[in-house]
Nanobody
Framework: QVQLVESGGGLVQPGGSLTLSCAAS????????MGWFRQAPGNEREFVGT????????YYADSVKGRFTISRDNAKNTVSLQMNSLKPEDTAVYYC????????????????????WGQGTQVTVSS
């Protein structure tokens, strides 16, 4: 198993930036592909982006492509989500997730393809 704890959420103005971090503990971090999801009130949890086990591949939702960047540091057991040019519609609880294998035949973009989840961190984009 792996335990995930997100941090870095908060209130930011439109156009601003914020970096979320996810710290993992438990099994070897590099065994896991990692993903970020978000959930706004009344909405389903939606895919934001994912990074493969050693960080060679990244994939993003169209809604954040060019604005958000995922990175990981396997030596520090962390994965980060750098968010730039934030919009009010980015307001949500953000979750990191771990998949107990690499991407597989297709990019893991759905909730069931991840095995472990953090508790989430709130991001609010508002003036």
């Amino acid at each position: 198993q792996v335990q995930l704890v997100e941090s870095g959420g908060g209130l930011v103005q439109p156009g601003g930036s914020l970096t979320l971090s996810c710290a993992a503990s438990g099994r070897t971090f590099s065994n896991y592909a990692m993903g970020w999801f978000r959930q706004a009130p009344g909405n389903e949890r939606e895919f934001v982006g994912t990074i493969s086990r050693i960080g060679l591949r990244r994939y993003y939702a169209d809604s954040v492509k060019g604005r958000f960047t995922i990175s990981r540091d396997n030596a520090k057991n962390t994965v980060s989500l750098q968010m730039n040019s934030l919009k009010p519609e980015d307001t949500a609880v953000y979750y990191c997730a771990a998949r107990d294998q690499n991407w597989g035949d297709s990019v893991p973009q759905t909730v069931p393809r991840y095995d472990y989840w953090g508790q989430g961190t709130q991001v609010t984009v508002s003036s």
